[in-house]
């Protein structure tokens, strides 16, 4: 076969696998996990990258992550190298990180400043806006500046979250109404006056949806998790079907001392699916925060918070990201598929920007609740890849009772993907 014949045949399959992923997700059962090609096919996974994370808005990181002027942090989304930058004007611009030239990476880092972005092929200069500055002298004279800039991508804060979207438009589906509650609901936290404590970088051997579909629902919980289980009550919220008498009358004087605190805590969610959801849960009585004993992480409270029991506010966004607000630290989580069977999970903890490493916090104190569990949930995720990937796969029930977080998942994810392979 040559390599035109390669092309075709390649260019084929690609638009097979839409046909056939806009067939499978509408002939699935919503109560059933989804059909196999759908967590291990190349072609298919193609198609979630160009229908999906490129299309749909995507957390990045936060905005303490660069505090001021010039800084910056790069991260892949898929084939897409992009760059987030802090604006001389203080604003959080997200650009393509690909030179107008001839399409180099522009920044190379994980993180760096500088005052002006510098290609280092042939050392195009742009500003933090994204303005070409200088293409040296060798261009012709009808060459203009102004044409050259970086590519913006959409990019929106909220709360100091900062989202991304990669496609042409960027999608509502009820995004916008979930960015004004985020402001408010993060607003008791600060997040200009944190910083990142630490993070953490997971692979993990399975697709995407199956890391998610892991964290959508906690029935694996009392198996697999001890130490996050020391502090997480499993109650979703308080319509949960399973949360019993006790568990309420506990979230209501947790909710009595939030409300005489001025922190939100009343569930919201936007979106097919409830793509878009953030619930204020307590943790276990006499619990302050997600530690292996329940005590303190860090001497410093956030923000404006005086209540070490302030819970564990719960953000989702859909398709990528999950996040646990507390009373002296947070933890934000971001999902990047690598391949139709790979994934990177990424972990950060932030505390108060004025706390000192090794005197108000320890890091692996601060960590080993959660570095537990990623690792707990690895070994189910690729368990979960390997089984699926047999010949002997087919789609299986879900409870509705203990992982209807699951089935929003997957509503959300076959309506979206649906909805963009018919443009």
């Not at 044409?147 to 509502?172: N, Q, R, S, V």
């Not at 009358?249 to 569930?267: L, N, S």
């Not at 404006?304 to 819970?311: A, F, P």
């Amino acid at each position: 076969m040559n390599q035109n014949d390669l092309l075709n045949a390649t260019c084929s399959s690609v638009e097979q696998a839409r046909d056939e992923m806009s067939k499978l997700l509408t002939e699935r059962n919503p109560d059933y996990s989804l059909p196999q090609p759908l967590y291990n096919d190349p072609f298919m996974f193609r198609t979630d990258m160009e229908e999906i994370f490129e299309k749909e808005w995507l957390f990045v990181g936060m905005t303490s992550e660069i505090p001021t002027k010039g800084e910056y942090f790069t991260v892949e989304i898929g084939k897409n190298p992009v760059l987030i930058v802090r604006g001389a004007d203080g604003a959080v611009n997200a650009f393509h990180n690909s030179c107008r030239h001839r399409g180099s990476r522009v920044c190379t880092a994980h993180r760096g400043k500088a005052a002006n972005l510098v290609c280092p092929y042939h050392q195009w200069t742009y500003d933090t806006s994204g303005k070409l500055l200088f293409a040296g002298t060798e261009m012709a004279p009808e060459f203009d500046l102004k044409d050259h800039g970086l590519k913006k991508a959409h990019c929106k804060t909220a709360g100091g979250f900062i989202f991304i979207c990669l496609g042409e438009e960027a999608p509502d589906d009820g995004f916008y109404d979930f960015l004004e509650t985020l402001e408010t609901y993060m607003e008791p936290y600060d997040v200009e006056n944190t910083k990142l404590a630490c993070e953490s970088n997971m692979y993990e051997k399975a697709n995407w949806k199956l890391v998610l579909e892991n964290n959508r629902e906690c029935y694996h919980c009392n198996g697999s998790h001890p130490e996050l289980l020391n502090s997480l009550l499993e109650w979703d919220d308080t319509n949960d079907p399973r949360a019993p008498q006790s568990f309420l009358d506990h979230y209501a004087r947790q909710a009595a001392a939030w409300d005489a605190e001025g922190i939100p805590h009343e569930h919201k969610s936007y979106g097919v699916g409830k793509r878009n959801r953030i619930v204020r849960m307590p943790l276990k009585e006499g619990v302050d925060v997600m530690t292996i004993d329940g005590g303190k992480a860090c001497e410093k409270l956030l923000g404006r918070v005086k209540n070490r029991q302030l819970g564990s506010m719960r953000i989702l966004h859909l398709p990528n990201s999950w996040n646990h607000m507390m009373s002296d630290h947070f933890i934000v989580f971001r999902v990047i598929p690598i391949s139709a069977q790979e994934s990177m999970v990424t972990t950060k903890w932030f505390v108060n920007k004025d706390a000192v490493e090794g005197v108000d916090y320890d890091v692996d104190r601060l960590r080993q609740v959660w570095d537990a569990t990623n690792d707990q949930d690895r070994i189910l995720g690729e368990e979960n890849q390997r089984g699926i990937n047999s010949v002997a796969y087919k789609p299986g029930p879900y409870s509705k009772t203990y992982e209807f977080g699951v089935i929003n998942f997957l509503e959300w994810y076959s309506e979206t993907a649906k909805k963009n392979l018919a443009k």
